[in-house]
């Protein structure tokens, strides 16, 4: 059984920052990309960040200059900086990754549960 648990939401003023970090735990072999996705009330789950096993990285255009994924592979734990933040950054923010279990297994994902970001003005 695999897990990722995410840590560092919570409630900060428009130009802020939060640090937000997941940690996989539980049968894994490997993990290949992970990735930080985000749902505001009646909007899609949209990607924010994601980075590869060998560290290159993907943003969306408007975390852009702002946001900084990073992961620390010996712990199976990817981070999210969010600096300068403002309020359309509001949402749950999920934690993902491709996860193979044992080394004859296929890749699956894998969603954290949430957690949540409030800016405020």
């Known amino acids: 059984q695999v897990q990722l648990v995410e840590s560092g939401g919570g409630l900060v003023q428009a130009g802020g920052s939060l640090r937000l970090s997941c940690a996989g735990s539980?049968?894994?072999?490997?993990?290949?990309?992970m990735g930080w996705y985000r749902q505001a009330p009646g909007k899609q789950r949209e990607l924010v960040a994601t980075?590869?096993?060998?560290?290159?990285?993907n943003y969306a255009d408007s975390v852009k200059g702002r946001f900084t994924i990073s992961r620390d592979n010996a712990k199976n734990t990817v981070y999210l900086q969010m600096n300068s933040l403002k309020p359309e950054d509001t949402a749950v923010y999920y934690c993902?990754?491709?996860?193979?279990?044992?080394?004859?297994?296929?890749?699956?994902?894998?969603w954290g549960q949430g957690t949540q970001v409030t800016v405020s003005i």
């Open positions: 993902n990754a491709n996860i193979k279990r044992v080394p004859w297994s296929s890749d699956y994902n894998y």
């Open positions: 539980g049968s894994i072999f490997r993990i290949n990309s």
């Open positions: 980075t590869t096993s060998t560290g290159d990285t």
